[in-house]
């Protein structure tokens, strides 16, 4: 849906954007059951199948993600859903593909990558970034994280 004052009131004042991951407060939770749903991504993976493009947790789907026309840039209800899903996309590849590579919620929910070396990816704010400029480019910030 489209409300023009809306619209205006968020370009002011710049709409909140992020995902939170919260727990019913056990700490024996299984991991599997974090990094499942943080890969569900629904609205990226939907736009990408209509597009023709095969979400199948690899650096090669990053890659056709990157060269999607960006449709969605025009629909400031979905960009930020879609900026969301694109940053969780690219953290699950990262964690199914980089050795040490794994999920960190912060306190408040927030979710990054840790990598083996101990650097925190904010996956969330680069898959904003992408869903809204195109830089960088998924499969760009997959190939520096993978080379360290």
């Not at 954007?17 to 939770?29: E, H, I, K, Q, R």
């Not at 990262?94 to 912060?106: D, L, M, N, Q």
Request: net charge negative; aromatic share 6%.
């Amino acid at each position: 849906m489209n409300i023009p004052f809306l619209s205006n009131w968020r370009k002011r004042r710049g709409a909140a954007f992020g995902v939170a991951v919260l727990s019913a407060g056990d700490a024996d939770a299984d991991t599997g059951d974090v990094t499942g749903l943080l890969a569900e991504c629904e609205l990226l993976r939907s736009q990408a199948e209509q597009s023709g493009v095969e979400l199948d947790d690899t650096a090669a789907s990053l890659a056709a993600l990157d060269q999607l026309l960006p449709r969605w840039r025009d629909d400031e209800e979905i960009l930020p859903w879609l900026g969301n899903d694109a940053g969780l996309y690219l953290g699950t590849v990262i964690v199914r593909t980089v050795r040490g590579a794994a999920w960190e919620i912060f306190p408040g929910g927030h979710p990054v990558v840790r990598l083996a070396s101990g650097r925190e990816i904010d996956v969330v704010a680069d898959g904003h970034t992408w869903a809204a400029t195109g830089a960088p480019e998924l499969s760009q910030v997959y190939a520096e994280v993978a080379e360290v």
